[in-house]
């Protein structure tokens, strides 16, 4: 069974509104990372939240991570059509490597 | 940096043929990885290295695949005998773990095809 589910499977808005995803994992992790796959391409770490950390900001993308109830959210604000794509999270359950989630497949429409 | 590569990028081949692919990560990271993902799923973790040493291997990998990554560098991936269960992309990523949340930096994969 996996690790980590994102929630929804599939997300469509129009390009300027924000998107938002959510992770849930099983087991009590040390980070939560979260990943971008374009279509045919490997994927692109986007920002890594660590246990101890609730909130963190990288450009346009704002996460968060709430341990007690085993979940985390990527919000993309104004989002735009170069967005769209898949969304993963990941994390280290069982130490050095990294069990990622189904994923969020994101369509920005224009 | 040049970034993790992957060769090749697609291989169609015949069920019961042996495949190799190589992964050359990014020059200064000594871990490697490498993940399974078909269409519509998540990466699963095959296998791990550190350095030369293969240090982790997923119960998803049979004894049909087998991977190495001599010198600590480049790494091969070998599925023996493919089936069309094999069929996915295969990818490759590599960390520097300096910290023990290193990110991973992937290829863009080798989409592999059984027929």
């Known amino acids: 069974s996996q690790q980590g589910e994102e929630d929804p499977q599939a997300l469509s808005i129009q390009e300027g509104e924000n998107a938002t995803m959510n992770c849930s994992y099983k087991?009590?992790?040390?980070?939560l990372q979260w990943y971008r796959q374009n279509s045919g391409r490997g994927l692109v770490h986007l920002i890594l939240?660590?246990?101890?950390?609730r909130e963190k900001h990288s450009g346009r993308l704002r996460v968060t991570l709430d341990t007690s109830k085993k979940s985390s959210s990527l919000l993309i604000t104004a989002s735009r059509a170069a967005d769209t794509a898949s969304y993963f999270c990941?994390?280290?359950?069982?130490?050095?490597?990294?069990?990622f989630g189904p994923g969020t497949r994101l369509s920005v429409l224009p | 940096d040049t970034g993790v590569s992957q060769d090749p990028r697609h291989k169609i081949t015949k069920r019961g043929q042996n495949v190799t692919f190589r992964c050359d990560p990014i020059?200064?990271?000594?871990?490697l990885y490498w993940y399974r993902q078909t269409l519509g799923q998540g990466p699963e973790f095959l296998t791990y290295?550190?350095?030369?040493?293969?240090?982790?291997k997923s119960r998803l990998l049979s004894d049909r695949f087998s991977a190495e990554r001599p010198k600590g560098s480049f790494s091969t991936l070998e599925i023996q005998r493919t089936e069309q269960g094999d069929s996915a992309m295969y990818l490759c990523?590599?960390?520097?773990?300096?910290?023990?949340?290193?990110?991973?930096?992937f290829g863009n994969g080798t989409r592999l095809t059984v027929t």
């Open positions: 990523a590599s960390s520097s773990g300096q910290t023990y949340n290193s990110p991973l930096h």
């Open positions: 087991t009590s992790i040390n980070n």
């Open positions: 939240i660590r246990s101890n950390e």
């Open positions: 990941a994390t280290d359950p069982y130490g050095q490597n990294f069990v």
């Open positions: 020059s200064e990271h000594n871990r």
């Open positions: 290295f550190q350095n030369e040493a293969q240090l982790e």
